[in-house]
């Protein structure tokens, strides 16, 4: 069984930092963590699921949305199994349910995805909420 188990959402005011964490488990996902390129998507009240942020298998490839640019970084710990979205200087329309999904990419080259429809599994979501 596949699982993404997202957590640290929270209230915080803007300006502020939280550090949201991706951990992965089942054992053949687990086992091959590093195989899947991972990404960070975010979906506030009303409003269709967004990209935000995305990594390649070996962390060495990452990008991100213009909207969270120079203020959030994603990273990933292979050899634990989980994936981070730092986010600072949160500003109010950052308030979202945040999630986490993979995709596998194989251990070659330095593919990651914006796109919704590439990711095969998904977190249940973590909210953010930001206080102006």
């Known amino acids: 069984q596949v699982q993404l188990v997202e957590s640290g959402g929270g209230l915080v005011q803007a300006g502020g930092s939280l550090r949201l964490s991706c951990a992965a488990s089942g054992r053949t996902f687990s086992s091959y963590f590093s195989s899947y390129a991972m990404a960070w998507f975010r979906q506030a009240p009303g409003k269709e699921r967004e990209f935000v942020a995305t990594v390649s298998w070996s962390g060495s490839s990452t990008y991100n949305a213009d909207s969270v640019k120079d203020r959030f970084t994603i990273s990933r710990d292979n050899a634990g199994n989980t994936m981070y979205l730092q986010m600072n200087n949160l500003k109010p329309e950052d308030a979202a349910v945040y999630y986490c999904?993979?995709?596998?990419?194989?251990?070659?080259?330095?593919?990651?995805?914006?796109?919704?429809?590439?990711?095969?599994?998904w977190g249940q979501g973590t909210q953010v909420t930001v206080s102006s």
């Open positions: 999904a993979a995709t596998f990419s194989g251990y070659s080259g330095s593919y990651y995805s914006f796109l919704e429809e590439d990711y095969d599994y």
